[in-house]
């Protein structure tokens, strides 16, 4: 396994130890996929080798900061070619184990983080349900205080570890209340054990892929849950939601690296080896270009995952944490993903689409990698909305200028405004809005620029910008609130502003006696 330069002495030691664990049990772990069976002896030494404790702190058995995310992800890069316990583990990764850490108290912690160290238990996350996917604040299942105990009634479904997990990260609706709602404050995590009266596994489903894994359906009826079990007091369930998915895209974003780098692995086989034309298939060009594709995305979405990694490990970009990196991450990741496992298999020919080989699995669990943990699609919009959002002044686009001499825009990092004094009317708005419109014709005026170019009020400049609208001078544009927010000129109003002359332009290269 490829080595990062910042890795600490404990997490090179990890490396080296993953790698050689998945090598000696690779042959188990292919057995178990060609048989649709979970190994639980694999499993079992997964868990027992103490990989859940490279995120759990030293004082509950873990190894602390010395490992962290970052060592977590090299245990995943390595045991995402194990198949069906690579998803077991990374679910109990972040479906309980992550969430105690971050958001359990002492007494919490004390009592499941050791059992989580030491390999005794594993975990899953329950938020899907039958009605809700992506849409997770719509979460319909119920939890109502009952004295010192949470009643939970409802359904959750694609839940991996489905009866395998011995603890449940459960996401439930504790409020109703319309304020709660806008603000998020009516999700709650109630860790929920195995056992539990009235909770119960409803139903396992067969996916196209991640052959062996447990993945189904979960009832509560009734389900009494301590209330001691709840992490982070009531109505802090979408804060710990959110953290959980920023670790769970981080390991299926390196779940997707390390499936790359077995496409490189099983391609670079079957090209040195297959002998069409006279010559080994490496000869061909177009083989060479997909090869070039899957190494150049293995390596700048691998750095990229490990950065990610490194963080959650040091706290950074809070208070969401890595949001906006572990979302991209896990959509190109795994569409990266996708396009190596296609490419592999045309590389390869009709062998590529046998069982013989790895790669038509690999192909058959991206489509679940690429809707889990949020469909790719939704997961774009939330980059378009938050990414905006949070990176709006590194966004922030100039101010444009024309520049008397060249009669070509020049771009300022401010708004540039009027001289002192300038009398602030109709004639002169309409004059700004003819400017305007040399410099980014088909475009509107944003009103906070206009105000900052006109050095004015808003009262008197929404006065202006009604009266100029009334008279079919100018056109507004208002919000949800019925408040301007960008306005333009007509021609009606640039031809009252200007004569025809003033908007022309021609390059000097032009000879304007061609034209009528």
């Known amino acids: 396994m490829d080595k990062y330069p910042w890795w600490n002495k404990t997490q090179c030691e990890l490396a080296d130890k993953i790698e050689d664990f998945v090598d000696r049990n690779i042959g188990r772990a292919t057995e178990a996929a060609y048989k649709k069976e979970f190994p639980y002896d694999l499993m079992d030494k997964v868990l027992k080798d103490g990989w859940p404790a490279t995120i759990i702190p030293e004082e509950y058995g873990g190894m602390g900061k010395e490992a962290g995310v970052t060592g977590c992800c090299i245990g995943m890069e390595g045991i995402a070619r194990l198949g069906a316990i690579a998803t077991s583990f990374a679910t109990t990764m972040f479906g309980g184990c992550h969430q105690t850490v971050h958001f359990g108290n002492e007494e919490q912690k004390e009592k499941w983080l050791p059992k989580f160290a030491r390999g005794e238990i594993m975990g899953a996350v329950c938020i899907t349900e039958p009605f809700i996917g992506s849409d997770a604040a719509g979460i319909e299942t119920t939890a109502v205080r009952d004295g010192d105990e949470y009643i939970l009634n409802g359904k959750k479904r694609f839940i991996t570890n489905a009866g395998l997990a011995d603890v449940y990260m459960v996401y439930a609706k504790t409020s109703d209340n319309p304020t709660d709602i806008k603000a998020y404050k009516h999700l709650t995590g109630i860790l929920v054990e195995k056992g539990t009266p009235g909770f119960t596994v409803e139903k396992i489903n067969e996916l196209i892929g991640w052959d062996g894994v447990r993945n189904g359906y979960l009832n509560f009826d009734d389900a009494r849950v301590p209330a001691s079990n709840v992490l982070a007091g009531e109505g802090m369930g979408w804060n710990i939601m959110i953290s959980g998915l920023n670790f769970e895209r981080t390991l299926g974003a390196i779940a997707g690296v390390s499936a790359i780098r077995e496409c490189i692995r099983y391609a670079a086989f079957s090209m040195d080896r297959r002998v069409q034309f006279g010559q080994p298939t490496r000869e061909f060009q177009a083989n060479q270009l997909k090869v070039a594709d899957m190494i150049a995305n293995w390596k700048i979405l691998r750095l990229l995952a490990y950065y990610i990694a490194y963080q959650i490990d040091i706290g950074g970009m809070a208070p969401l944490g ?111 809005l003819a400017e305007y419109w040399r410099i980014n014709p088909g475009l509107h005026f944003s009103r906070d620029q206009l105000l900052a170019r006109l050095r004015t009020d808003e009262e008197k400049l929404d006065e202006i910008l009604m009266s100029l609208e009334e008279k079919g001078l100018a056109k507004n544009y208002r919000d949800k609130r019925g408040v301007i927010a960008l306005t333009r000129a007509t021609y009606q109003g640039l031809k009252k502003a200007k004569p025809n002359e003033y908007y022309q332009y021609f390059p000097k290269w032009v000879d304007r006696s061609e034209f009528f």
């Not at 790669?359 to 469909?375: H, S």
């Not at 540039?416 to 002169?428: A, F, K, Q, S, W």
Request: net charge negative; charged share 25%; aromatic share 6%.
């Open 322 to 432: 890595p949001f906006l990196e572990s979302t991209a991450a896990k959509i190109y990741i795994t569409e990266a993903m996708r396009k190596a496992a296609l490419d592999c298999i045309q590389i390869m020919g009709g062998d590529g689409l046998t069982r013989f080989y790895p790669i038509e699995a690999i192909l058959r669990d991206v489509k679940i990698l690429e809707i889990g943990a949020g469909t790719n699609e939704v997961l774009r919009l939330l980059l378009y909305r938050q990414g905006l959002r949070i990176h709006a002044s590194d966004f922030k686009a100039p101010w444009r200028e024309m520049h008397p001499e060249l009669q070509m825009p020049i771009p300022h990092m401010e708004v540039i405004p009027l001289p002192e004094g300038t009398e602030v009317d109709e004639n002169t708005v309409l004059n700004v």
